[in-house]
């Protein structure tokens, strides 16, 4: 079995900061993929940011410029630093990792965090 446990979530300003982390840990042979998604109030999961384990990196267009994906590959762990964070960037952050392992290649989503940018 396979988790991913998000932290870093909170309440922010607008024009704040926050980074949030997803460690991966049991049975992993590699990480293929990894990204973060966010689900905002009565809206559809949609993708944030996309990183491949060639380095390859894909942003959604209202975040370009603002955060940055990364990961440690000897931690298992990807995090997403967000800056000048908007009110409609509220909304829950899931990360999502591509994990070889030993039910074999295998998407897997943490639990979410909350991100609430409010003055």
């Known amino acids: 079995q396979v988790q991913l446990v998000e932290s870093g979530g909170g309440l922010v300003q607008p024009g704040g900061s926050l980074r949030l982390s997803c460690a991966a840990s049991g049975r992993i042979f590699s990480i293929n993929a990894v990204g973060w998604y966010r689900q905002g109030s009565e809206k559809q999961r949609e993708l944030v940011a996309r990183?491949?384990?060639?380095?390859?990196?894909n942003y959604a267009d209202s975040v370009k410029g603002r955060f940055t994906i990364s990961r440690d590959n000897a931690k298992n762990t990807v995090y997403l630093q967000m800056n000048s964070l908007k009110p409609e960037d509220t909304a829950v952050y899931y990360c999502?990792?591509?994990?070889?392992?030993?039910?074999?290649?295998?998407?897997?989503w943490g639990q979410g965090t909350q991100v609430t940018v409010s003055s």
């Open positions: 999502w990792s591509l994990v070889t392992g030993t039910e074999g290649l295998k998407g897997y």
């Open positions: 990183k491949t384990s060639g380095g390859s990196t």
